[in-house]
T-cell receptor
Framework: EPEVTQTPSHQVTQMGQEVILRCVPI?????FYWYRQILGQKVEFLVS????????KSEIFDDQFSVERPDGSNFTLKIRSTKLEDSAMYFC??????????FGSGTRLTVV | EDQVTQSPEALRLQEGESSSLNCSYT??????LFWYRQDPGKGPEFLFT???AGEEKEKERLKATLTKKESFLHITAPKPEDSATYLC?????????????FGKGTKLTVNP
């Protein structure tokens, strides 16, 4: 069964450093998403991406965050200057139609 | 604002003891309701989509139902491998793509 692949599975970074989280969505999917889940809290929407541009973003997705689809297969989330409160599980998801997602297994980001 | 509330927060069952999980929602026009299963340290795994009141979907020991204000996930004769957190989500439509608004989930533990 097709799956969404995320790397790395766990990333530890120093506060203030830049991190890039990587995702390979399912190949025929057109809609891409990033969500995050702080330990013990809800899964929260960050951003959606369609037709090579951001289609929607949450208030969490401020100027420190950016997304990119650098080639035909990868989808990345960059955090420019990490803060302690950015520590969370980050999930990439993709969808063929925009309804009904497949999520990746996530990247656990720990900011120290 | 679109909201999803799940209850109970946690549920412990003995193997074979059937029960139901509840998801109540407040949205401006339901465009579907999604159930996901989440194992510790993993991404949400899609279970069901329901679109209209009265609709039911089944998969193995799970059955999801939908009314105009809530959805139930019925678990019949659960097994220990059904232990997971079950998440409910609705599309919170803004702009051109369907972000998902999640509930906090119900953590199900099935004891052998």
């Amino acid at each position: 069964e097709p799956e969404v692949t995320q790397t790395p599975s766990h990333q530890v970074t120093q506060m203030g450093q830049e991190v890039i989280l990587r995702c390979v969505p399912i190949s025929n999917h057109l809609y891409f998403y990033w969500y995050r889940q702080i330990l013990g809290q809800k899964v929260e929407f960050l951003v959606s991406f369609y037709n090579n541009e951001i289609s929607e973003k949450s208030e969490i997705f401020d100027d420190q965050f950016s997304v990119e689809r650098p080639d035909g297969s990868n989808f990345t989330l960059k955090i420019r200057s990490t803060k302690l409160e950015d520590s969370a599980m980050y999930f990439c998801a993709s969808s063929e139609t925009g309804i009904g997602y497949t999520f990746g297994s996530g990247t656990r980001l720990t900011v120290v | 604002e679109d909201q999803v509330t799940q209850s109970p927060e946690a549920l412990r069952l003995q193997e074979g003891e059937s029960s139901s999980l509840n998801c109540s929602y407040t949205v401006s026009g339901l465009r579907g309701l999604f159930w996901y299963r989440q194992d510790p340290g993993k991404g949400p795994e899609f279970l069901f989509t329901l679109y209209s009141a009265g609709e039911e979907k089944e998969k193995e020991r799970l059955k999801a139902t939908l009314t105009k204000k809530e959805s139930f996930l019925h678990i019949t004769a659960p097994k220990p491998e059904d232990s997971a957190t079950y998440l409910c989500a609705v599309p919170g439509y803004q702009g051109g793509s369907e972000k998902l608004v999640f509930g906090k989930g119900t953590k199900l533990t099935v004891n052998p």
